[in-house]
T-cell receptor, first 112, second 120 residues
Framework: DAKTTQPTSMDCAEGRAANLPCNHSTISGNEYVYWYRQIHSQGPQYIIHGLKNNETNEMASLIITEDRKSSTLILPHATLRDTAVYYCIVRWGSSNTGKLIFGQGTTLQVKP | GAVVSQHPSWVICKSGTSVKIECRSLDFQATTMFWYRQFPKQSLMLMATSNEGSKATYEQGVEKDKFLINHASLTLSTLTVTSAHPEDSSFYIC????????????????FGAGTRLSVL
């Protein structure tokens, strides 16, 4: 599976959009981009995933560049409860195992 | 999203004893379940992958005789930490993949709330 690179930490003002970048320059055609977050002392929570088209759900939007080498997770109106570690993971879409391997993620601190 | 229940949420045990952690998918069938371990201020580390009815596949460096995994049904997987020692103290998290279709990528992986194990 391709490796991802994320900033270690980011701050965001409450009510503003939080834009979390992820680089995955070695991604291959069969690999999807997944985003999870982990609030302190809890299990990871699924946010969104995509292949090449932009995706949106009730939690967030995922913008994937045309060359698929990077993506951005957008939380449109961040709240204090969005403070968490956000993980960007690339995983095979056609593998029977399809393991999610976690990197260090980005610690997002939403401030009042 | 689908719900994965993990029990217990916190366990304290004496060194040398065994501890069993249960992981259940409450509203979906999980043909594949995963077990992770997380030490303080570190990321999740995958320990093993289990498929219903077959032996678990362990990641490199994980002792299969120490961390026994059983995936006897489509909704239940258990992790038993045998002869636990203080260095096994950690946050153990299970995950289950919901199968929604033939394309693996659409099968989202959901996580339990985790079990904090403290070995005295």
């Amino acid at each position: 599976d391709a490796k991802t690179t994320q900033p270690t930490s980011m701050d965001c003002a409450e009510g503003r959009a939080a834009n979390l970048p992820c680089n995955h320059s070695t991604i291959s055609g069969n690999e999807y981009v997944y985003w999870y977050r982990q609030i302190h002392s809890q299990g990871p929570q699924y946010i969104i995933h995509g292949l090449k088209n932009n995706e949106t759900n009730e939690m967030a939007s995922l913008i994937i560049t045309e060359d698929r080498k990077s993506s951005t997770l957008i939380l449109p109106h961040a709240t204090l409860r969005d403070t968490a570690v956000y993980y960007c993971i690339v995983r095979w879409g056609s593998s029977n195992t399809g393991k999610l391997i976690f990197g260090q993620g980005t610690t997002l601190q939403v401030k009042p | 999203g689908a719900v994965v229940s993990q029990h217990p949420s916190w366990v304290i045990c004496k060194s040398g004893t065994s501890v069993k952690i249960e992981c259940r998918s409450l509203d979906f069938q999980a043909t594949t379940m995963f077990w992770y371990r997380q030490f303080p201020k570190q990321s999740l580390m995958l320990m093993a992958t289990s498929n219903e009815g077959s032996k678990a596949t362990y990641e490199q460096g994980v002792e299969k005789d120490k961390f026994l995994i059983n995936h006897a049904s489509l909704t239940l997987s258990t992790l038993t930490v045998t002869s636990a020692h203080p260095e096994d103290s950690s946050f153990y998290i299970c995950s289950a993949r919901e199968r929604q279709g033939a394309i693996l990528a659409k099968n989202i992986q959901y996580f339990g709330a985790g079990t904090r194990l403290s070995v005295l």
